[in-house]
């Protein structure tokens, strides 16, 4: 059972707001709980937040709930936490090749961070990909992952950790716990809701739309009945057929 969720926001020295979400497992069934790390950043316009699995039984429920927007970041050939970058509408609208460069490096210094051998290395190459790229199969160990496209896999170089990012996000950290499936089901109605007050203004437009071509076309019509006067001097000096050529017009 999922426990009431607790969240908070801190300003950091630098003027960034921040908020990292650790959701705690608890030692009783009852009070059991995910955990990840969320941070809310707002260095990039629009802000971007970023979430992380503390263990690899907690990114088990990281990769079974991710959004779509999620884009998942991990340390190269060797193990690390799970990072998410979760984009806001208006960067996913672009597409995820287009993530802003602070927030890539903030995801891969999270990770690099929270890497025991990574972080203790140099010249690292943190790897990138949608979340819907994530291939999970039953003979897989807990916790690990494959691809679907390797095509769709980015990459990013990090020569070395840069403790004043790792430190600004670490200083905002919050504990809360989340229920991923009322999470899931509350994102489920609220883009249900956004698809149907779309579908609904784009019923509204077309229909408004026929009705301006409709009307465009009457007045056509009306202009071809009634586009001049009757010119008698024209009319009477216009060649008269004869009637052989009458009688031609009718074979």
């Known amino acids: 059972m999922m426990g009431p969720g607790k969240t908070q926001m801190v300003k950091c020295k630098v003027g960034i707001v921040a908020a990292l979400d650790v959701e705690k497992r608890a030692h009783s069934e009852s009070e059991a709980a995910e955990r990840n790390v969320r941070s809310a950043r707002n260095s990039v316009d629009p802000p971007v937040t970023l979430y992380m699995g503390k263990d690899k039984v907690e990114n088990e429920d990281l990769i079974k709930y ?95 950790r840069l403790n004043a990012i790792v430190n600004r996000l670490n200083k905002t950290k919050v504990e809360r716990v989340v229920d991923h499936e009322a999470e899931r089901i509350e994102r489920v109605k609220k883009e249900s809701a956004a698809r149907r007050i779309a579908a609904a203004e784009k019923r509204k437009a077309d229909l408004e739309l026929a009705k301006q071509r409709e009307a465009e076309k009457a007045a056509r019509s009306y202009d071809s009945l009634f586009s001049g006067e009757y010119d008698e001097e024209e009319e009477a000096n216009r060649p008269r057929k004869s009637v052989r050529e009458l009688e031609e017009d009718f074979m």
């Open 66 to 160: 991710a959004w779509p927007q999620d884009i998942w970041f991990h340390v190269d050939k060797l193990s690390s936490a799970h990072v998410y970058l979760r984009m806001p509408d208006a960067i996913a609208a672009q597409g995820w090749e287009k993530i802003p460069q602070a927030a890539l490096v903030d995801c891969a210094q999270l990770v690099k961070a929270n890497s025991i051998e990574g972080n203790k290395k140099d010249n690292l190459t943190i790897i990138y990909t949608p979340a819907d790229n994530l291939k999970k199969t039953g003979d897989m160990a807990t916790g690990q992952v494959g691809f679907h496209n390797d095509k769709k896999v980015k990459r990013i170089h990090i020569e070395t």
